[in-house]
């Protein structure tokens, strides 16, 4: 009777798990499906099915640019992130100071902190800098890389910090022992044994800047377009799947990203 009710269960707890992921992959591939009908108006049944809208993609400019441009922002804020989140968790993973606990949240807030509401203070913000210093910061690329950057950063100090804690130090200290420097460590030890968080933490990174939407939408300037920000204005006058078959494209994009970066880093081992 016991192995019964084991039984069903488990049954039941993967039943619940299968629910759950098709109701998670429902969107994705109704898009996916919606990319290929052949009719303008989508409707069910389909007509047929076309590739046509894929080849609209290079036909609209705004596509084109927007992909180039977000392309651009989340290497260069992927970068930065990276550059300013190591050393971050370093010091949070190896020093104790009073507020660290404090400075681990902060460093994390661009998560939980609404993307309308980040995008509304830095756009204050800039306004303000800019006035002050006179620089041209609004509008500008570099403004909105530094957007970017803020919710790069949380992604890589929570994957690089997770990879500080479960490293054991003794190879550090072995390789001090025989003569190397602080620096040499790092590059030839830390690095290396940390390299699953720090390339799991570019990788999240990046998604998170590519797509963003809202905060982009009050950094951007007169003639500069994300591909989010292209998508959203499309679909204000057309509902063709010209927008399914780009969204198709960010999904394989994002797949082959992870998939290659999963091929030579493990990701379950930091996420």
Known sequence: MMADGRLA????????AYLTLS?????????????FFAQEI?????????LKWFGAIANNRNFVTGLWT??????????IGLALAVPASLILARRQFAGNAVMNQFLLLPLVVPGVVMGTAIYVFQIETEIATGLPILGSLGGLVAGHTLIVIPWTVRLVTASLAGLDRAAEEAAQSLGANQWTTFFRV?????????????????VTSFGNLEMSLF???????????????????????????????????????????????KLARVV
């Open 23 to 35: 109701f998670i992959l429902m969107p994705l591939v109704f898009v996916t499906w919606l990319a």
């Open 219 to 265: 950094l951007v300037g007169p003639g500069r377009i994300t591909l989010p920000i292209a998508i959203l204005q499309y679909l204000e006058w057309k509902i063709d799947p010209t927008v399914a078959a780009v969204s198709v494209l960010q999904i394989v994009l994002i797949a082959a990203a992870m998939i290659i970066t999963d091929r030579y880093v």
């Open 9 to 16: 269960g488990r049954v039941a707890l993967h039943g619940v």
């Open 70 to 79: 977000s392309m651009q922002v989340a290497v260069a804020a992927t970068a």
């Open 190 to 206: 830390t690095l290396p044994a940390i390299r699953p968080g720090v390339v799991a933490g570019a990788l999240f990174g990046f």
């Open 42 to 50: 989508p409707s069910f049944p389909p007509e047929g099915y076309s």
